[in-house]
């Protein structure tokens, strides 16, 4: 199921970033510290009334040189454009000013939910100011203060009540989705077009010439695919169109609702920023991943040039070890009969359960192998672990003590797991509790 989109907007300095880290929590600072996952704070997952949804902190959205103003304007067409919800945040300390009016002009006529939130009201005297507001025409403002965390409940109850009714896909639930994420020309209308072996999807050397995310059925080795199209990533006669953060937040839709992501490089151009931040995200979603190298046929093609490339692949993501590389040429159809097992193999793998009795045989073996640390004189003791979930594969382990369990550890157990029972292509989850 799609989750609602949050968007938060105002003029600079008014706490958007701060208000952001408020509501997103600990989710922030608890992503996996592994190297080569470049992060952005732009876009975020956060919980309310036990409603899952996705929050944008406009306030990350940077557009080149363009002047304050310009900036605003295209700032909150991207959240306009984005959210279900329309967090319009102001400055308690500085009244309505200018700029404040000229973005409520945009959000009137966006005709999307929009809800008041006034900003470092920190002083329960200010809040007899708050009546000033109404003035906007959106209705109750609600003070809160982003430094200290207050109002924040009340803020969020209004939010949830305007959130769409998002119901689930009827789909065969064999069926595989898979998205295909990168740069603008990588290739990803092309592949799609091989992969159906028509021309359904509009094909342009020109930078994002595809407008709309296409959804389409594919049907091939006895598997039914949706092909879910990112090529989409842009938007017509926007201005902010080149922005990377935006083409970034469309990719994250496409993600949210993928079993496998296929992150695809250009073998000409080579690895680049974007690259890793797209691919970041869909690891820390637990998607299923292969990493697809397209155009090979513009390199001299033998296998030092192919393992090279992998080298450099693996150097730049050490977060994807897990995931296979295929390399291919979606113009001519080079190895193209490649990807659609691989595709397989790793969704396979994202949904796959094990049985309790073998996974804790190999527990014991793992630790038979390595004995557990010690830390400050006490050492750790693992009593048993089970699978929880699938897509991704999600393990318990409990344990005496969790503050016990080095992350080093945790890695070594992760990895015996991942090749006992062939995990390719899918991140999996441990979580360690404490026996109650």
């Known amino acids: 199921m799609r989750k609602s989109v949050v968007a938060i907007v105002g003029r600079p300095n008014v706490g958007k970033s701060t208000i952001f880290n408020r509501l997103v929590g600990e989710r ?21 009334l036990n409603q899952e949804f996705n929050l944008i902190d406009t306030g990350g959205i940077e557009i080149g040189d363009e002047p304050l ?14 959210a279900d919800v329309i967090i319009f945040l102001l400055n308690g300390k500085e009244g309505i000013t200018g700029a404040d009016e000229e973005v409520a002009k945009l959000l009137f006529k966006s005709n999307k939910p929009v809800v ?8 329960p005297e200010m809040r007899e100011t708050i009546y000033e507001y109404y003035s906007l025409g959106f209705g109750e403002p609600f003070p809160i203060s982003g430094s200290h965390g207050l109002g924040l409940g009340d803020l969020l109850d209004e939010v949830v009540n305007h959130f769409p009714e998002l119901s689930e896909e009827e789909v065969n639930e064999d069926t595989i989705y898979f998205s295909l994420i990168g740069r ?4 990803k209308s092309s592949l799609v077009n091989a992969l159906l072996n028509e021309e359904r999807v509009i094909v342009s050397e020109i930078e994002g010439t595809t407008r709309d995310a296409i959804d389409t059925h594919l049907h091939k080795d006895d598997q039914d695919f949706i092909i879910i199209d990112t090529a ?18 469309r990719a994250l839709k496409a993600i949210e609702r993928s079993d496998v992501v296929l992150v695809l490089i250009d073998a000409e151009t080579g690895i680049r920023e974007q690259d890793k ?3 970041g995200y869909a690891h820390e979603a637990g998607r299923a991943i292969v990493i697809v190298v397209n155009k090979w046929d513009t390199i001299v093609s033998d296998e030092k040039a192919m393992k090279d490339f992998e080298t450099k692949i693996r150097a730049h993501f050490l977060y994807l070890d897990y995931a296979p590389i295929v390399f291919l040429s979606a113009k001519t159809k080079k190895r193209l009969h490649t990807l659609i097992p691989a595709i397989k193999l790793v969704s396979d793998s994202h949904a796959k359960r094990v049985s309790t009795n073998v996974l804790n045989d190999v527990i014991m073996d793992a630790l038979a192998m390595n004995p557990t640390p010690t830390i400050k004189g006490k050492r750790l003791k ?13 393990f318990v382990i409990f344990v005496n003590d969790p503050e016990l369990m080095h992350f080093s550890y945790e890695r070594f157990l992760e990895n015996k797991i991942r090749d006992a029972f062939g995990f390719v292509g899918t991140p999996i989850r441990l979580f360690t509790r404490r026996r109650q």
């Open 277 to 279: 931040k797209v691919a």
């Open 28 to 48: 922030i600072s608890i992503v996996e510290d592994i190297p080569g996952v470049t992060r952005d704070r732009i876009y975020a997952s956060a919980e309310w």
């Open 184 to 187: 603008p020309n990588v290739g």
């Open 116 to 123: 008041l939130a006034i900003n470092k009201m920190d002083n």
């Open 382 to 394: 693992i009593l048993y672990a089970t699978q929880v979930a699938i897509k991704p594969p999600s």
């Open 69 to 82: 103003l310009v900036q605003m304007r295209q700032q909150a067409e991207v959240a306009i454009d984005e």
């Open 232 to 249: 989409g990533m842009r938007k017509r006669g926007k201005v902010y169109e080149t922005t990377e953060k935006y083409s970034v937040l």
